[in-house]
């Protein structure tokens, strides 16, 4: 039990006996006891508001009904000193020494479990992130959600949810199908053909790459000449033409040349190639999925569009207009309804997402965390007038939106587009500063606020660098536990006497490690894995504050040495624990 679950108890056993009494009737408190930190430590260790919330209701003044809840505090409690009613109403706990302490052997003894709860329990929950279009490697705005997203899942991991991981593979539609028109044109490029490329074409090196694999193994067989290719078709934008009309034309032209067979051949080697890039990349930057859900597995081998459509059909939610069907989302709190089919018959973007997420509650999860990049904040309200359409709850729909991440060199800004190939990947990013420095980064902020990445500052081995700075305090731990054993003592925590941690530096410290079990249960509420961050810095700031002004391995005293070994210990479990949590290395030497 954590320090604050155990005044939690104390508070509940106090206002059950006042319930039992008749003072607070069950209607009235049904178990929701909010403790906070005290800031000042004149106020105590924690504050409580439990009779400023309920004094109204039941008709006394808060500070009366505060001195009852306290009389009816188990009295032999060892671990507070002292109650006081500040205030208004606020309760002041102030705490012995030895409650600390408990937190000490919490840690040795859970280790890598130290934090762990069952707040999540009996939900299951399926985080999908990342969810790039396979038309190109990630960059550096995907591995942002990358990052966030696996820290997100391990908060809620490790707070009891049974989370599940899924990538959604947009291999069907418009852009792949722009995609495998531009490895075609590159390839035939590579059989001597004369290629003014679309302005709306995918033009990275890695269509090149792509195309060069095709032209390996078919050598000329899918050429056909410029005159076929080109023929009758509307300008291109570089010439005053519409750039989306040409491209369209183009891609129809490519499908009628190479008939469907070789068509789908050409789009399946450049879906294949960037999808296992996109794979490789993602596993080299600590992201696992336990599932890659593809778009078009949506219509085999039950097809999950027409049953969505057919559903808000029956329930009286869709409509036909100019030849197209659409869905009444207005209904349900979107700014205007949505298109579903085209007049030409064909499903849209929109379509195939409401049949995802009909597929996703089918499979039965609690509920949805999708996140998304900053520019999908308007489509927000139409994903949630489909799940209420679809007899949902709509709120067991959680979108979280990651807004961009720009790069710096220096004072130079880094630009990034993938149509036209002048883009700075993930990969590249990895390989600059490291997966530890770009995932700690990636997280130290809100989501939803601009990212400033300075490369030159994650790169950095100083203590200005924050990834540094706490690695470095888990790489002092561990070269204190090397001396330990090269010297001919020896650790036992039993036979610490751990009343002599008693200097401010080293009470500071414990107060923190305290702290790690609340830190992680308000993250995974707030789906904030930046809170962790900024409490792992402050674990090491009072590490290496402690650390520079005592002396670890004491010569002379053995029951402080084991003390304070103890106590490093311990804090190399939390911050181990929690840099895990955000996929960061907790190295031995530095």
Excluded at 274 to 294: K, M, N, P, T
């Amino acid at each position: 039990m954590t320090l604050k679950h155990h005044l939690h108890s104390l508070f509940t056993h106090a206002l059950v006996q006042l319930q039992e009494q008749g003072v607070i009737s069950k209607e009235i408190f049904q178990g929701d006891i909010q403790l906070e930190r005290a800031r000042d430590s004149r106020h105590g260790d924690f504050a409580c508001n439990i009779a400023m919330l309920l004094a109204k209701t039941v008709g006394k003044r808060p500070r009366e009904l505060a001195e009852q809840i306290i009389n009816h505090i188990p009295a032999q409690n060892e671990w507070i000193t002292k109650i006081e009613i500040a205030g208004p109403g606020f309760i002041n706990l102030f705490l012995a020494p030895h409650a600390y302490f408990q937190v000490i052997d919490n840690i040795l003894t859970d280790k890598e479990n130290y934090g762990h709860s069952q707040m999540g329990a009996e939900k299951s929950v399926m985080v999908e992130f990342v969810s790039a279009n396979p038309t190109g490697p990630l960059h550096v705005g995907h591995g942002r959600g990358a990052a966030y997203g696996d820290a997100l899942a391990n908060l809620l991991t490790v707070a009891g949810y049974r989370v599940h991981r899924e990538y959604y593979v947009n291999d069907a539609g418009r852009q792949m199908d722009i995609l495998a028109t531009s490895v075609w044109l590159r390839y035939l490029e590579l059989c001597g053909e004369t290629i003014t490329f679309p302005a709306n074409g995918y033009q990275g090196d890695y269509i090149w790459d792509i195309a060069a694999n095709l032209h390996r193994e078919h050598a000329q067989a899918l050429q056909h000449p410029v005159s076929e290719v080109f023929q009758n078709l509307p300008l291109d934008a570089p010439q005053g033409g519409d750039k989306e009309e040409y491209i369209d034309a183009l891609i129809e032209r490519c499908k009628h040349l190479l008939g469907e067979v070789a068509y789908r051949h050409v789009f399946h080697e450049g879906l294949g190639v960037i999808l296992a890039d996109i794979r490789r990349d993602l596993e080299q930057f600590g992201v696992v999925y336990d599932h890659w859900f593809s778009e078009t597995s949506l219509t085999v081998p039950e097809n999950f569009v027409q049953k969505s459509i057919k559903q808000l059909q029956a329930q009286g939610h869709l409509y036909e207009q100019e030849g197209a069907l659409w869905f009444r989302s207005t209904t349900f709190g979107d700014e205007k309804d949505r298109v579903l089919v085209r007049e030409n018959g064909q499903a849209t973007y929109f379509a195939s997402d409401i049949a995802y997420h009909l597929n996703k509650l089918e499979r039965g999860f609690n509920l949805l965390i999708n996140i998304w990049g900053a520019d999908h904040h308007g489509y927000i309200p139409r994903v949630k007038a489909a799940i209420g359409a679809l007899g949902a709850d709509p709120n067991c729909l959680t979108v979280l939106l990651v807004q961009f991440a720009t790069l710096y060199r220096g004072q130079e800004r880094l630009q990034m587009s993938t149509r036209s190939g002048e883009f700075v990947t993930l990969r590249e990013l990895r390989e600059d500063v490291g997966r530890d420095a770009a995932r700690f980064f990636y997280v130290q902020r809100k989501s939803e606020q601009h990212l400033n990445f300075d490369l030159e500052l994650a790169k950095s081995q100083s203590l200005d660098n924050p990834v540094y700075y706490i690695q470095y305090a888990h790489a002092r731990t561990s070269s204190v536990l090397r001396r330990l054993a090269d010297s001919q003592w020896i650790w036992t925590h039993s036979a610490a006497t751990l009343h002599r941690l008693e200097t401010p530096q080293e009470q500071a410290l414990i107060v923190s490690l305290s702290r790690y079990p609340e830190v992680i249960e308000s993250a995974a509420v707030a789906y904030e894995p930046h809170q962790l961050t900024y409490y792992l810095r402050d674990v090491a700031q009072h590490f290496h504050t402690c650390y520079d002004v005592h002396k670890v391995l004491i010569e002379e005293d053995e029951a402080l040495r084991n003390a304070r070994l103890s106590l490093l210990v311990a804090t190399q479990q939390v911050l181990r624990n929690g840099l895990t949590l955000i996929g960061v290395s907790a190295p031995e030497m530095m």
